[in-house]
């Protein structure tokens, strides 16, 4: 069974940092593309960032590039979302995903999803 389990998240004010982890059970995590993606209160699930499989190659929304940091640790089978300078609208709940598609930054694409951890920027 695959799960995949976020934690990480909070409250910071904006300006601060955060990281997230997503820790992986259950598949070949070397052979999947990991990826971010948050939801926002009555918005739609949108995309973070995603890193390839060996972790050599990255992809990010603009809203988050050069903020943001995504990365992988294949001897813990987990995956990270540092994140800096935060702002009040990366407000939501972040989920880690898992897909075979390489960078895909479309949520189809991803087979498996986790619970998603919370993260508040105070204004």
């Known amino acids: 069974q695959v799960q995949l389990v976020e934690s990480g998240g909070g409250l910071v004010q904006a300006g601060g940092s955060l990281r997230l982890s997503c820790a992986a059970s259950?598949?070949?995590?070397?052979?999947?593309?990991m990826g971010w993606f948050r939801q926002a209160p009555g918005k739609e699930r949108e995309f973070v960032a995603t890193?390839?499989?060996?972790?050599?190659?990255?992809y990010y929304a603009d809203s988050v590039q050069g903020r943001f940091t995504i990365s992988r640790d294949s001897a813990k089978n987990t995956v990270y979302l540092q994140m800096h300078s935060l702002k009040p609208e990366d407000t939501a709940v972040y989920f880690c995903?898992?897909?075979?598609?390489?960078?895909?930054?479309?949520?189809?694409?991803?087979?498996?999803w986790g619970q998603g951890t919370q993260v508040t920027v105070s204004s």
């Open positions: 995903a898992a897909s075979l598609s390489a960078l895909a930054s479309q949520s189809y694409r991803y087979a498996y």
């Open positions: 259950g598949l070949t995590f070397s052979s999947y593309s």
């Open positions: 890193i390839n499989w060996s972790g050599g190659n990255t």
